[in-house]
């Protein structure tokens, strides 16, 4: 198991751009896959996208690809979110999890996961 902590969400204007962080403890960090999720208002949990242990291999659902990007830094055991082109649709509160695949896309299979941020983009 891992602690994990988000931090960065905020409220954004259509279009505009936010970077969210992930703060990770534990020196199993570098073991895990990492993910995001999120969850609007009266809908369920969704993927995001997923970030190998390494770092070589990323994936994102097809609603956020080209605009999103995850990123990893093990040496600082934190992993990134860079939100562009945010739209009001992107809307919700953003999760970060760790998990033992990178192929893995259900919230089910991910062991560990942070409180949450904050996402709000004003149309």
């Known amino acids: 198991q891992v602690q994990l902590v988000e931090s960065g969400g905020g409220l954004v204007q259509a279009g505009g751009s936010l970077r969210l962080s992930c703060a990770a403890s534990?020196?199993?960090?570098?073991?895990?896959?990492m993910a995001w999720f999120r969850q609007a208002p009266g809908k369920e949990r969704e993927f995001v996208a997923v970030?190998?242990?390494?770092?070589?291999?990323?994936g994102y659902a097809d609603s956020v690809k080209g605009r999103f990007t995850i990123s990893r830094d093990n040496g600082k055991n934190a992993v990134y979110l860079q939100m562009n082109s945010l739209k009001a649709e992107d809307t919700a509160v953003y999760y970060c999890?760790?998990?033992?695949?990178?192929?893995?896309?259900?919230?089910?299979?991910?062991?560990?996961w942070g409180q949450g941020t904050q996402v709000t983009v004003s149309s």
């Open positions: 970030i190998s242990w390494s770092g070589g291999y990323t």
């Open positions: 534990g020196r199993t960090f570098i073991n895990y896959a």
């Open positions: 999890a760790a998990g033992f695949s990178s192929s893995n896309r259900r919230d089910s299979d991910f062991h560990s």
